[in-house]
């Protein structure tokens, strides 16, 4: 059973049979993707295993997209139309705009299909006014092309508006006309791409390096926070036969934490101080984070029992960035598709705009930080209280 046990560890790559076997000194950086495209497939790997990427994309796509009132243009309370908006935004929107909006974040762009009950191709253009059936997000992996208008000489038109998408399901090619998508686009340096740029590009080193510190500090810790047993072979005509045999003999906690050594040599411990206490690596890390993603530390880190909550302005500061999301991507987007559901008749017409409300990620950071804070007092309450009954006792 322990061998059949050593053999599937070491299967799973795990070194307990053998110490890793020497090899080439490498002269190139390792970790970082400098010169080669990132793919989809990386910043879905990077989403996927880094929790700092998945609060970048996930959590703000959320926070963005998490409740919003429905108000006259001149911000008066339309109280009935509101709830007759609400129940269409619940029930149509909320969901498929929320899973919009984090594939912006993710991979750049997104694309919501209009499910119109007309009885018409995919890539025919939308005339009249049919009901709206379904939305569905239109998968990455789906999107072959994305075809901007040009006119008849092939230029492209001015400004870059939306022509069709191209699909690749199944073995066959799709086109979807511009009338039945909602288009989502995140920032790029190209004003002329519909595809945009992901959330994550301008955060990869940094979060490469975080994830290459999360692999060393756990590797230090768990090679020499218990100590690393070093054997020191003796005086032999044959060091290596002795060194293969004392590795035999501790393969069982030979997990690359052993150093079996020839006759003479010297063991130096280096100091690790830095690595087993790598509070100060890892603020400067979360700093550069906070830099790149405009969210700040506080809000990254989330709250923690005893944790000092987020300041006024870090609060203010990621509330603008979820301001800036909604004026440019989010508020358009649900305007036009509401706009779509009055002209089919499953909404009443109204002149409106709207206000998003409070993230619910800032609302549930200040709410654990209130209650933190008044379990404190209370107990620093009931504490003057007993000592004050024990000078009382005293007289």
């Known amino acids: 059973m322990k061998k ?6 070491a299967y799973l790559g795990f070194p307990w049979a053998q110490p890793a076997k020497p090899s080439a000194r490498s002269t190139t950086s390792s970790g970082f993707i400098e010169t080669s495209a990132i793919t989809d497939g990386i910043l879905e790997d990077m989403f996927r295993r880094n929790q700092a990427a998945h609060m970048v994309v996930d959590d703000v796509a959320k926070d963005a997209v998490a409740e919003v009132e429905f108000r006259s243009p001149e911000d008066a309370e339309l109280k009935a139309w509101n709830a007759e908006a609400q129940k269409i935004f619940e029930k149509f929107i909320i969901l498929p ?10 991979y750049g762009f997104a694309g919501v299909l209009v499910g119109y009950s007309d009885g018409k191709k995919l890539d025919e253009v939308v005339k009249g006014t049919p009901q709206i059936q379904y939305l569905q997000v239109i998968p990455k992996t789906w999107v072959k092309d994305i075809h901007a208008k ?4 092939g230029n492209l038109m001015l400004p870059v508006e939306l022509d069709y998408y191209e699909l690749n399901i199944s073995s066959s090619t799709q086109k979807i ?12 340096i190209d004003e002329e791409s519909l595809e945009g740029e992901s959330s994550l590009i301008c955060l990869f080193d940094i979060l490469t390096s975080l994830k290459n510190m999360d692999w060393a500090t756990g590797q230090t810790m768990w090679r020499n926070a218990g100590g690393m047993p070093v054997f020191i072979a003796p005086n032999s005509s044959d060091p290596q036969a002795q060194i293969d045999a004392i590795d035999e003999a501790t393969a ?28 100060n690596y890892y603020a400067v890390i979360m700093e550069q984070l906070a830099m790149g993603s405009r969210i700040p530390v506080s809000i990254l880190r989330g709250s923690v029992a005893g944790a000092l909550s987020a300041s006024e302005k870090d609060r203010k500061d990621y509330y603008e960035l979820l301001h800036e999301i909604q004026k440019s991507q989010v508020t358009p ?10 002209a089919s008749g499953q909404l009443s017409e109204q002149e409106f705009m ?7 990620t800032v609302i549930l950071e200040e709410s654990m930080s209130n209650l933190y804070a008044a379990q404190t007092a209370q107990v620093e309450a009931e504490t003057q209280t007993e000592l004050k009954k024990l000078g009382d006792d005293d007289l």
């Not at 709207?354 to 619910?360: G, I």
């Open 177 to 188: 006309d511009a009338s039945r998508i909602i288009h989502i686009r995140n920032p790029f």
């Open 150 to 153: 040009k006119d008849a000489d």
């Open 354 to 360: 709207l206000k998003w409300k409070e993230a619910p």
């Open 252 to 279: 069982d906690i030979n997990a690359m934490t052993v150093l079996t050594m020839p006759n003479g040599t010297e063991v130096v411990h280096g100091s690790t101080t830095g690595a087993l206490n790598p509070k």
């Open 333 to 342: 987007a649900v305007r036009d598709l509401l706009e779509r559901f009055q």
């Open 4 to 9: 059949l046990f050593r053999d599937a560890a």
């Open 97 to 106: 705009m929320t899973r919009a909006v984090f594939f912006a974040r993710l």
